[in-house]
């Protein structure tokens, strides 16, 4: 227990000290400002293309903005969250297999294990503080500008786009630990979603795809009910625990 | 558009936000001598280009050395 | 009592053979010398005492513990300083110490004397707190043994640990090996000789997987030891006068004159000789055979 408490410990220092904590905290805030500022300015732009639009004989009714304007924004703007913290995550192992930094730490009697594990952990932490950052920032502005700012529907929304990023942090993890390139295991993480994407070609399929968790907004419309993305949610957490053990074996099987 | 102060609450922390980013990657990069990859008169202009967030992403995750 | 015994150990890497049945035992207190050139197998050998590798056959003992690979039970009781160490740039010597103490399973008390006695011991006190990052060669060397050692261990490894350095850093990190040889016992591979006379008691040599030359230095010298005698004079001249006065030798350089069977009798006869004929040379030595003409010949074969 003390070793895993000092492996986390020197993770989460590497995120201060490298000012990644701190790239990340700023952009992700910037996130949460920015899905509230679209949908502010929805009418705006509309009105712009309004203009050339009614001239080709289109024409729209009057707009509303709501606090569900707010939240299509959030929902929309999701995979930019994602690409982000996997670019970011990308290289945890590369970086210290290249380097031969882990050679002192095993030789200290660290199992491989611990290491691992202390990496996922402090990964999905970081995503978690991330996440529900963009989400509360998001929230607080929906909350001063319009009514309603928690539709029904919005928290397992919520939960099921957070479930998405752990399982594709710790697809990625999995990969990288058994990787000398944090490149080859972005790009296999990106394969493996659009692998996934593919699949929801098939209606059928739709609800049990953890890469169709990003798109709970149907939930706050009332297009969606909970049992079209709940089967992906337990997917989602069954696929991560998997996937974080792959991560270990990964690390047990690297020739230092 | 209403007015300019309805977005204030937006750009005011906007604005501060990717100051304070840019600022500091700056800062960052004239105080280093090397990167991963790209020179320093590469990454000041990606920078500043892409100064609502992309630029300074763009350094931290491609650019930056330990 | 043997710290480390290694049995019959074999290791293969694809089609080639780096170690076939190599046995060697380092008894405790010893700065064993571990030699070999390039590619003969020294490295793989330590990766395979640490675990890191595994072993096609054979048996490590480490204070009479089996070593496998993987499972680092074992490396309580080692202390490793890879050949070019390499840390976390981000953290201070301090900090890394205590990172790699605490892993070891130092307890807090202890850990933090034991860092300061090692930083001063390394000679790094004053950069304790000053990022890693701007450490030269030398510097993260010398941090090296010093995590090397923070848990006591009873055999320090060291992976060539000096040979990527200047003459100054080379001269730090052997004193600092002489400085900790009451507390722990040493096993160093080099390819340095000079380095290894200037500290091992013992060396062993490897080579086509196994030792081809092993024990305590000065037995190893007395058992390749070669009669004989050299006499270095200053000038050419004075070393063909002396060599018509006194036959039975050849020109090894202009000056020096070797008598390759030359007894202890021949020697202080041709000591008199010197004497008698009023000739002061440079030297006048018994032959002893230098590790380096060890290495060559052990090599050779």
């Not at chain 1, 996440?131 to 929906?142: D, I, Q």
Request: aromatic share 8%; proline share 4%.
């Amino acid at each position: 227990m003390r070793q895993l408490l000092l492996l986390l410990r020197k993770e989460l220092l590497e995120l201060v000290r490298t000012k990644r904590a701190m790239v990340l905290l700023i952009v992700f805030g910037i996130f949460g400002i920015l899905n509230p500022a679209l949908a502010k300015l929805t009418p705006w732009m509309l009105s712009l293309m309004g203009e050339s639009l009614a001239e080709q004989g289109i024409t729209f009714g009057a707009i509303t903005v709501d606090a569900l304007t707010s939240w299509t924004q959030y929902f929309k703007n999701l995979m930019m969250e994602y690409i982000l913290i996997l670019a970011m995550f990308s290289s945890i192992f590369a970086q210290e297999y290249q380097s031969g930094t882990l050679v002192n730490l095993l030789t200290k009697g660290v199992s491989r294990g611990k290491v691992a594990l202390s990496k996922l952990l402090a990964v999905q932490l970081t995503w978690t503080v991330c996440y529900w950052l963009t989400f509360l920032v998001t929230l607080g502005y929906t909350a001063y500008f319009w009514e309603n700012a928690l539709p029904a529907g919005i928290w397992l929304a919520a939960v099921c786009a957070y479930m998405m990023g752990v399982w594709l942090l710790s697809l990625e993890l999995a990969f990288a630990s058994a990787l000398n390139s944090g490149m080859y295991a972005l790009l296999l993480t990106g394969g493996v979603f659009a692998l996934f994407f593919a699949l929801g070609m098939l209606p059928q399929l739709t609800r049990f795809l953890p890469s169709h968790l990003g798109d709970g907004l149907g939930l706050l419309t009332g297009d969606m009910a909970s049992s079209d993305i709940l089967p992906a949610l337990w997917v989602s957490l069954a696929l991560s625990a998997t996937q974080s053990a792959l991560c270990v074996v990964g690390i047990r099987k690297k020739q230092l | 558009m209403d007015t300019i102060k309805d977005f204030l609450p937006f750009l005011i922390p906007l604005a501060i936000a990717q100051f304070v980013l840019l600022g500091f990657t700056i800062r960052h990069i004239l105080t280093h001598e090397r990167y991963k990859r790209g020179t320093r008169v590469l990454w000041l202009v990606v920078a500043i280009v892409g100064m609502e967030f992309i630029g300074p992403i763009l350094y931290f995750i491609l650019g930056k050395e330990d | 009592m043997d710290v480390l015994e290694i049995t019959n150990l074999n290791k293969r890497f694809g089609e080639r053979t780096v170690l076939q049945d190599l046995s060697l035992r380092v008894p405790e207190g010893a700065i064993y010398g571990f030699i070999g050139e390039n590619g003969a197998g020294k490295t793989t050998t330590m990766k395979i005492i640490l675990g890191l590798l595994a072993a096609d056959g054979g048996e490590i003992r480490i204070c009479g513990e089996k070593v496998g690979y993987g499972q680092t039970r074992t490396n309580r009781f080692v202390g490793y300083l890879p050949d070019v160490p390499e840390f976390y740039g981000y953290l201070t010597p301090r900090e890394y110490l205590a990172l790699c103490g605490g892993l070891a399973g130092v307890s807090s008390d202890t850990l933090r004397k034991r860092a300061d006695e090692l930083l001063e011991l390394v000679g790094l006190s004053a950069s304790a707190n000053r990022r890693i990052s701007g450490f030269s060669r030398g510097m993260k060397q010398r941090l090296g043994i010093a995590q090397a050692l923070i848990h006591r261990p009873k055999l320090l490894i060291c992976d060539e640990p000096t040979s990527a350095l200047d003459p100054a850093g080379r001269k730090d990190i052997i004193d600092i090996l002489r400085a900790i040889k009451s507390e722990t016992t040493v096993l160093f591979s080099t390819h340095i000789l000079p380095d290894i006379e200037r500290v091992c008691d013992r060396i062993g040599l490897l080579h086509g997987g196994r030792l081809a030359l092993s024990g305590r230095l000065e037995e190893v010298r007395a058992m390749h030891a070669k009669s004989g005698f050299v006499v270095e004079f200053a000038e050419e001249s004075e070393a063909v006068t002396f060599l018509s006065a006194y036959p039975g030798g050849e020109q090894d350089t202009p000056s020096k004159l070797l008598y390759p069977t030359g007894t202890r009798a021949d020697m202080i006869a041709a000591m008199t000789k010197l004497g008698g004929m009023q000739l002061c040379p440079l030297k006048i030595e018994q032959r002893e055979p230098s590790l380096e003409s060890l290495f060559m010949e052990a090599s050779a074969e």
